[in-house]
């Protein structure tokens, strides 16, 4: 069992910044990748990034691209989330997500433990 928990989210202008970080139990947190997911109100839990677990492959969805910059720290067993020129639209509860694969899982239901969740709200 992974237990995952969340941190750095809160009010930002919109252009403004924010990391977000989330940091795992497992030992063996080298063996997992990470994803970030986010949810709106109304609205479906939506990809944002993975990383492969050895930090050498990264993916994003076309949305946050060139904006948001997904990173991990296998010594602290900790993921980040460095989300720079934030939008209004970018507000939604950001969860953190752990699959033990070799792979860059980029679907909600392929990943295996979860986060409880950190909002993140931007202002125009």
């Known amino acids: 069992q992974v237990h995952l928990v969340e941190s750095g989210g809160g009010l930002v202008q919109g252009g403004g910044s924010l990391r977000l970080s989330c940091a795992a139990s497992?030992?063996?947190?080298?063996?997992?990748?990470m994803g970030w997911f986010r949810q709106a109100p109304g609205k479906e839990r939506e990809f944002v990034a993975a990383i492969s677990r050895t930090f050498d492959s990264t993916t994003y969805s076309d949305s946050v691209k060139g904006r948001f910059t997904i990173s991990r720290d296998n010594s602290e067993n900790t993921a980040y989330l460095q989300m720079d020129s934030l939008k209004p639209d970018d507000t939604a509860v950001y969860y953190c997500?752990?699959?033990?694969?070799?792979?860059?899982?980029?679907?909600?239901?392929?990943?295996?433990?979860w986060g409880q969740g950190t909002q993140v709200t931007v202002s125009s």
């Open positions: 497992e030992r063996t947190f080298s063996s997992y990748a």
């Open positions: 997500a752990a699959k033990r694969t070799v792979l860059l899982p980029r679907v909600a239901g392929e990943y295996e433990y």
